[in-house]
């Protein structure tokens, strides 16, 4: 398919999650109103029927979807209920503090994960470590080793902050190591085995006797020879983990009391906010299917047999 | 040698950090308010972050009586400020006076006068702008500005608590009212409050919003216009962090100072805390209006039976709930009042752990036991009753374990179906479908008539849109005629007695079960002083500018 089909498609698939992310969020149980009304004793029957009418909840679904698309395509994309400021507002920050977070994890993933893959691939001796160390991280729930890493460099030593977000004035580089260590610890170890896998299968691959043959070194062996034709899964699952980039990570960041998109998503839906929720979602839906597409650039950049 | 080189860095390094501490201070809470528009959703994350930047016209203090704060002398009868009038539609009603004090002044060096109370009442009285719960302003159905100071208003009833004005304050009508003219029914969304929170023109309390991170904080800095007291602070920070063990370990690092007991730690977390901080920190402990309870569903044939109910309390033992798992620190409650409030009565009715009285009382109903232990009835129904509670709520889910297993020493099956707090409230509760029990908390005033909770009229329905919460379903005439004859009782004295037959018929009725009201675990740092918790609504900083570093 080619791109502008792929982003057309892109397109229509957005409008039609845009459709059931509204009404899915609408049939979840309680409105605004509903949970105002459990906690103002003081409401009467006349305040929840005005202020359901002032909040354009009288309406059926349908018709409520309708008023929202067409406001977005006005480029309204309207308030969050639960931040009295406008949807963008709220986005903008959350999604740069949830890429500077899981960027720099999957950054320290990639490297440190492939890193491994590669060096026991190439000295088969340290596999069993490599291996070993994998399935802990992969193992070791995020929020044991965030309390773990809390304990030991915030409380214990003092060297690092024990979550938030920078103040004016202070380095924003402390605050993001303990989070970028939690969570970057536990993608390593799917980079890690893929690379381990690609790596060996890409190194008993006839061009790499050839290559050797003519004398080449390991280093250039492994680099530019196996290594290219290696990245082909590792790209697939840097694709699928570009969605992840925006839509945070919850436990870290809950656990850090970092604002991100994983936290405002959870806040958004479980606090009946339909618009803030709704934007964000979609946001992660299209950053997603982006980063598919780019992934399959990326792979048939290097193996043309895809195209 | 290297250990003392390094005890000096460290001291050297650490000196101007402490130094810097005293100037601010940084508290630690768990929610973010949705709003800081003063009269726009009640949340008690917003009325704690606003008690250091404005203040009510009127309040509880500490010693739950009921204060002026920007007013000069409450409205009495007695004093001439209250006078006792009929309405134009023949209704008893009242007129009131207020005064606000002299010398209050907006951030911005405005000076606030009655025009500012004027403006918060037509706003609020005009129902296009939202301001939720509408029932003062359509009570307060007429206020006029007597001088710049002075507001005279009146109201279509006579309640002992008028002179409370609740959640009622002044709105800086010189920045405030061209928002609200220009569109009234988006006034929500558009309020400076919202829009540009840093205006010091919007705040009268001793600080002032400087700076606004949506979802993690709030810093506050001390409003040059204020004329009361002079904060000690130049600067506080809120940080909200949701998860208590991050907030508990970001007040370890000392990243936070303090965590607010009005939103901090559980009472079990902070006793756990103190005692493994050993002296770095004080932890005080005041008993509050939250009050922990199970509701019945009284529609429900088993639950219907009195004996049922009463046999419910008798088989928990609530002393060793709040001994084992609350270190001893929650007060078990007896009825709805509070033990320190002035109404609460002690001779009410009691149910102290009692299994064979419970027993008693099953046999009685014509409930038997059953081979597995669980009781049965004559028509061979098990004893079995839905307890449901707040999903992820962790000291809720532990009680509620250690209730199915005293019930269960009954012959009571208490089968455990919890639900995320959103669901459980917006839905379940709010429109009754609990079929069994549901434990959860209300908070209230000081001298709270609870009729939303008790009155026959306030049971939730479809034709009423599901307000009132009145979720068990209770009817009872006598009750009713109580919580409406309670708050136009003006005199003490002659509401004790109402107060007594209150909690006498809820106790032997028992439409919800009482279990504790809760105490807040106030955390501070040795250094600081002042800090006067309240256990009610008004929250402690409403009294900041007290707050000193020693």
Known sequence: MSIPARLVQILVTLLALSCVFYLLLGLMPGDPIDLALTLDPRLTPADVERLRALHGLDRPLWARYLAWAGAVLRGDFGYSRLFAQPVFA???????SSLQLLGAALGLAVLVGVGLGMLAALRPRLSPLVQGLAAIAQAMPGFWLGIL????????LGMLPAGGVAEAGEPGWRFLVLPVATLGFGHMAAYARHALSAMRGAMTDPWIRSARARGASEGRIALAHALPNAAVPLITLLGLDAGALVSGAVITETLFARPGMGKLIFDAVMGNDYNLALVA?????G???LGNLAADLAQRALDPRLA | MRAPILAFATLLAATPAMAQQRETLTIGITQYPSTLHPNIENMAAKSYVLGFARRPLTAYAPDWSLVCLQCETLP????????RETTPDGRPGLRLTYRLREGLRWGDGTPMTAEDLLFAWQAGRDESTGFGAAEFYRSAYEMRVIDPRTIEMRLDKVTFDFASMGDFQPLPAHLERAVWQADPRNYRTRTLYDTAPTNPGLWSGPYRVSAVQPGSGITLVRNDAWSGQAPAFREIRVRTVENTTALEAQLLSGQLDMIAGELGLPVEQAAALERRARGRFRVEYRPGLIYEHVDTNLDNPILADRRVRQALMYSLDRARIVAQLFDGRQTVANSNVNPLDQMADPAVRQYPYDLARATALLEEAGWRPGPDGIRRNEAGQRLTLDLMTTAGNRSREQVQQVMAAMWRQAGIEARIRNEPPRVFFAETLSRRRHQGLAMYAWISAP???????LHSDEIPTAARNFSGQNYPGFRNAEMDRLLEQLPITLSPEARRPLWSRLQAIYAEELPSLPLYFRQDAHVWPQWLDGVRPTGHLNPSSL???EWRAR
Not at chain 2, 447 to 452: A, C, L, N
């Open chain 1, 90 to 96: 709220l986005v903008g920050p959350a999604l740069w």
């Open chain 1, 149 to 156: 890493l809390i304990i030991l460099f915030a409380v214990t």
């Open chain 2, 76 to 83: 009495t009868i007695e004093n001439g400020l209250a006078v």
């Open chain 2, 543 to 545: 009294w900041a500018e």
């Open chain 1, 281 to 285: 979602l979609l946001l992660v839906a």
């Open chain 2, 447 to 453: 001298e709270s008539v609870p009729r939303s909770s």
């Open chain 1, 287 to 289: 950053v997603t299917m």
